[in-house]
């Protein structure tokens, strides 16, 4: 008989990272939540491709984490915007 493993899924560590990042670009000001709202976006992307696969966790969080970048990359615009007016 074949002796089949079978490996837990684990959480893609980019997928941490973009969620890390879209939490805390709500909380600084208008540049840094800009450039924490983007690395969120790339990251996102990183971690939805990642979890095509069997071994990897992540897609769903990955999925929350770019809409909550898009979400600071707006409020980092209008931050912006109004600290210019």
Known sequence: MKDI???KAT???PSIIALVAAIFSFATGAFWGFMLAMIAMLFG??????????NVRGGVLSV?????GGVGLLAAIIKGIAWVM
């Open 5 to 7: 493993q079978t490996q």
């Open 45 to 54: 992307v990183i971690g939805v491709l990642l979890a095509f696969s069997k």
């Open 11 to 13: 959480f893609s560590i």
């Open 64 to 68: 929350f984490a770019l809409v909550a």
